[in-house]
């Protein structure tokens, strides 16, 4: 009976409690800034998002966040450019942006270097795989097949500077379309890329984290602290792939899937608000702090006002090409 009268007792204190609740909305006696964002790639016309900071309790100012009176200057190694152009590996870029309602901001980037793929090496390994004639009508090109594949890319990184990585992949192929109905006639998923193959993807996981259970997924960052100065091979995995094909004629065209893997060179910015947004999304760390167990965690900046993240990067591609291997799979020589 004792911890029923406490029981009770909590309840009606929790009842008498929620009549002094109210909202509240609190002063804040921070004027609005200009945010920016950019990401600046070699050989690309630069765009600039130009916006403002607002009070999450302002609903007006929440519904446009748009500048209408911003002017933005972008220099190059220190001299103004036209606004269309094209940066270049190693330049370094100022974006001033001056709004005569939110003042002025700016941030500088240095255009990284491109690193070279040295070599890309790949091995399929075939899960199941069938092919045979329709039995509702012949088909010259019936078949399907589920598969791995393992890659090496290999590059050096360059000596005497802090480099910062990340890698992407996508992939094309052609569905073809049947004349008849305008279903496609091939299909191809690229299977899911297995992060955890790849140990330097986890560079950023120390103990805390690794004891939280954090891991690597989704986050194909890195940094060339283990690599400094010398040649290393990416370890990268496709799992699970398929590819079918039903056409009423021999088309070489159909098989015509890729692979395209990207090594991009970023810069120090880039890298540093992909490992905030890592921390904040899926990290411990963003969970204490949203439950008040830590402090907030802090984001990442390089504007002059500390709102937006101007970055850089560039890139190198490697392609593999399917199209012999399921060929030769599918017994479609």
């Known amino acids: 009976m004792a911890i029923l009268k406490h029981i009770i007792s909590g309840a009606l204190m929790l009842v008498l409690l929620s009549g002094c609740y109210e909202d509240i909305t609190p002063?804040?006696?921070?004027?609005?800034?200009?945010c920016l964002n950019s990401l600046i790639t070699a050989g690309q016309p630069i765009k600039v998002d130009v916006s403002h900071t607002w009070v999450y309790t302002d609903v007006e100012a929440s519904r446009d966040h748009s500048v209408?009176?911003?002017?933005?200057?972008?220099?190059?190694?220190?001299?103004?450019?036209?606004?269309?152009?094209?940066?270049?590996?190693?330049d370094e870029i100022r974006i001033l942006v001056e709004s005569p309602t939110y003042?002025?901001?700016?941030?500088?980037v240095a255009v990284p270097h491109a690193v070279e793929i040295a070599s890309l090496s790949w091995t399929p390994a075939v899960i199941?795989?069938?092919?045979?004639?329709?039995?509702?009508?012949?088909?010259?090109?019936?078949?399907?097949?589920?598969?791995?594949?393992?890659?090496?890319?290999e590059?050096?990184?360059?000596a005497g500077v802090e480099n910062y990585y990340s890698f992407s992949y996508f992939s094309t192929f052609h569905s073809g379309s049947d004349e008849n109905n305008g279903t496609p006639l091939a299909d191809f998923y690229p299977g899911t890329f297995k992060f955890e193959t790849e140990p330097i993807f986890s560079e950023h996981i120390g103990a805390f984290e690794a004891v939280m259970g954090d891991d690597t997924y989704g986050f194909p960052f890195f940094t060339d602290r283990q690599i400094s100065g010398r040649s290393y091979s990416l370890h990268l995995c496709m799992a699970d792939a398929s590819y079918s094909v039903c056409s009423p004629i021999l088309d070489p065209e159909l098989l015509?899937?890729?692979?395209?893997?990207?090594?991009?060179?970023?810069?120090?910015?880039?890298?540093?608000?992909?490992?905030y947004q890592w921390h904040r999304d899926v990290g411990p760390l963003g969970d204490l702090s949203d439950v008040g167990l830590s402090e907030q965690l802090a984001g990442y900046s390089n504007v002059s006002t500390g709102a937006g993240v101007v970055a850089a990067q560039t890139y190198a591609t490697a392609t593999i090409p399917l199209a012999p291997f399921l060929t030769s799979t599918l017994n479609f020589e």
């Not at 199941?128 to 090109?141: K, L, P, Q, R, T």
């Open 27 to 34: 002063r804040i006696d921070v004027q609005p800034v200009l």
């Open 128 to 153: 199941s795989a069938g092919s045979w004639d329709s039995e509702e009508e012949h088909y010259e090109m019936v078949g399907y097949c589920t598969f791995n594949i393992s890659a090496d890319l």
């Open 103 to 108: 003042g002025s901001a700016e941030a500088t």
């Open 256 to 275: 015509d899937c890729t692979y395209e893997f990207t090594l991009h060179s970023v810069s120090k910015s880039y890298y540093s608000w992909s490992l």
């Open 68 to 90: 209408a009176d911003a002017r933005i200057s972008i220099f190059a190694n220190g001299e103004l450019r036209n606004p269309d152009y094209i940066p270049r590996e190693g």
């Open 155 to 158: 590059f050096t990184d360059p």
